[in-house]
């Protein structure tokens, strides 16, 4: 069981008031925020140790690097990888899935096949286009039903010798549709094609472990796991990432380097080259201990006792849909009311107090398939309550009033 009220007074924001009313913060899906300890730990950093990593001997410089690779550390019995430099720091999923689909580029011929699903964020689309622009392979996308769930018997379809990579998110930001990840990977695996997991919407949500999932390569971002933002990591398997050249060339990423050649430095330090986030690093390991203390099963099951008593509150709402009614289902809803625009909506609940997303969530292709917009989109976090939600149907009531 969570002490909410305990959790909340960790979150200095839910302290604050927003247009004069209390803040609710269902934009989860965006970012989350962030427990005081990980706002500490960036200023304990720069305030204590900051210096440069994996490069000095004095007692600065070791101090930050050992608190820097302490998060590789945490994040390695966190998610389970078989190896600690199967890591790599990065900015968060996008520059991890760009890393992979750039590196990827001259490993893939003009007669391979790249397959992503229709739930994807434009993160998981335009790499992978661009990928294929750069080496005339063809995308083929794994379409979904009206509830938003992928039509797992076109993949099979889909599915051939010529299928190099399959990239699909864990849990869709959109809709909250929770992906068969285990089944997309071991058929995929059977024609012999790497899976990338798109995890930026899972990790903060329920426990993963890396090895008994067995994809080739998974993406996180810290911000959306309490951490800060500009950090997560992509996670590779060893044996790929060694056969993949580096992104980036500069400092900390070579063995040697002189005019005529360079070699590389081994993994992970082959991918990560230059100054890296070290602050950021640091908070996000403290992140990480904050959400095991809670307990990713606790949050899991809470965060469902969200998802069930918001969709029975919303749909009392007349005229409201819900978009994304898939079976298995984060917490998030997406929903439209009527006719009316999501923007004026989410303008008027702004206004008292309370942040939802509005818009394309960056899906373009899933709101095409809708015929629609964009949706409103509540996205849970466990520090949210049930309270919370009934203010989000009052303002929602309001707010129908008003544009009627
Ligand atoms: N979705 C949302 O409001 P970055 O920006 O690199 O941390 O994550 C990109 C990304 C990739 N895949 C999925 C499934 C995502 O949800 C996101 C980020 C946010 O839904 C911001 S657009």
Excluded at 127 to 136: D, F, I, N
Aim: proline share 4%; net charge negative; with cysteine.
């Amino acid at each position: 069981m969570i002490d909410i009220a305990q959790v909340r007074a960790d979150f200095p924001i839910l302290q604050e008031k927003v247009n004069g009313k209390p803040l609710v913060y269902f934009d989860n899906g965006a970012t989350s925020q962030k427990p005081k300890v990980v706002i500490d730990a960036i200023v304990n950093y720069y305030t204590t140790i900051n210096s440069n990593v994996h490069r000095g001997v004095h007692t600065l410089s070791q101090l930050a690097t050992d608190a820097f690779e302490e998060t590789r550390r945490k994040l390695k019995s966190h998610f389970n990888p078989k190896h600690e430099h199967e890591i790599i720091f990065t900015r968060g999923t996008t520059e991890s899935i760009n890393l992979v689909a750039t590196c990827l580029t001259n490993l893939v011929k003009s007669t391979d096949e790249i397959i992503i699903s229709a739930l994807e964020h434009h993160s998981n689309i335009v790499p992978w286009q661009m990928l294929c622009e750069r080496t005339g392979a063809t995308l083929k996308v794994i379409p979904m039903n009206d509830a938003g769930e992928l039509k797992m018997e076109v993949y099979d379809e889909l599915l051939s010798e010529n299928t190099k990579i399959v990239a699909v998110n864990h849990i869709s930001n959109a809709l909250g549709t929770i992906n068969p990840v285990e089944e997309i990977i071991e058929k995929a695996h059977k024609v012999g094609a790497w899976v990338l997991i798109d995890g930026a919407q899972s990790c903060p949500h329920m426990a993963i472990d890396l090895q008994a999932l067995d994809c080739d390569f998974f993406t996180c971002s810290a911000h959306k796991m309490l951490g800060p933002t500009g950090i997560g990591f992509l996670y590779g398997k060893e044996t790929i990432l060694n056969q993949l050249p580096p992104y980036h060339g500069g400092g900390e990423m070579i063995k040697d380097c002189s005019f005529d050649k360079t070699t590389y430095a081994e993994l992970p330090h082959k991918f990560e080259a230059g100054t890296p986030n070290i602050a950021d690093v640091i908070a996000f390991g403290t992140a990480i201990d904050y959400l095991n203390q809670i307990g990713l099963s606790a949050i899991e099951a809470y965060e469902h006792e969200l998802l069930t008593y918001g969709t029975q509150e919303l749909i009392k709402i007349p005229g409201l849909k819900i978009i994304g009614t898939a079976k298995n289902k984060a917490s998030v809803i997406s929903f439209n009311i009527d006719n009316i625009h999501p923007f004026d909506i989410g303008t008027i609940v702004d206004k008292l107090g309370i942040a939802v997303r509005t818009g394309h969530h960056c899906t373009q292709p899933i709101m095409n398939r809708f015929s629609i917009p964009g949706t409103i989109r509540a996205s849970f976090a466990f520090y949210n309550t049930k309270e919370e939600i009934d203010r989000l149907v009052a303002a929602l009531q309001r707010a129908v009033t008003m544009l009627s």
